[in-house]
């Protein structure tokens, strides 16, 4: 493959996993577990301050009943790194209003981190980790 055509390949990838972040941003806000239902690998990895869990019923339901709502979601700092041929990682800051046990508003900021595998044509998430970043 020549080093042009290389580059908009990679350049596309790019900006079809930041929209796909965006969008499963906007489904978290909105306890859209559909979306990750069709979002997650069959054997996800989910990985936080609160703890991993490899239960993918129990991620599903999580974002279902959606107890501690985002209100709000602003992403920054992108980063895509194609690792090979069908696979790759999306990294961004956001910052998020959540609401804490659905009354409790506060504002965190994290590095989210998802690595992506595509299957069957579709980007779908095997891994995604949150870290508390320093305030901005």
Do not use: C
């Amino acid at each position: 493959m020549s080093p042009e055509r290389e580059r908009t390949e990679r350049e596309s990838i790019e900006r079809e996993l930041v929209e796909l972040s965006e969008r499963a941003w906007e489904a978290n806000r909105n306890g859209d577990a559909d979306f990750y239902d069709r979002f997650l690998t069959e054997t996800p990895l989910s990985v936080s301050q609160w703890g991993i869990m490899d239960d993918r019923k129990a991620i599903l339901r999580g974002f279902a009943e959606n107890r501690n709502p985002y209100t709000r979601t602003e992403l920054s700092d992108h980063r895509v790194i194609v690792l090979g041929d069908g696979s790759a990682t999306h990294t961004a800051t956001v910052e998020i209003d959540v609401l804490v046990n659905g009354t409790d508003k506060q504002t965190m900021r994290v590095f989210a981190t998802t690595a992506l595998t595509r299957h069957d044509g579709e980007w779908k998430a095997a891994l995604f980790q949150i870290s508390p970043a320093p305030a901005g």
